[in-house]
């Protein structure tokens, strides 16, 4: 299973990040304790690679996240629902 699915698995079963009036937010340190089990520096990576750029709306494959702040991240709608689907 690719990180992305264990990720959206998580965030399904509100394990890592909290849920508000406008959806999930990831935060760094939570992430990285719930994914102790990687041991490279992906973990460190993984949340900046998936993040939407500026100017942008929509998800991609590999672009779902929107950074609200430092080390904070909120889920697109969208990618929950796909992965609900799944």
Known sequence: ??????????????????????????ETGEFKK???D??????NSFLPAATIEKGRCSISHTKYLFRIRKGAYRVHPDAIKRANKN
Do not use: C, H
């Open 1 to 26: 299973m690719q990180l992305k699915e264990r990720v959206l698995n998580a965030i399904i079963s509100a394990e890592p990040g909290r849920t508000d009036n406008d959806g999930v937010i990831v």
């Open 34 to 36: 719930y994914f102790s």
């Open 38 to 43: 990687i041991k490279s520096d992906y973990v």
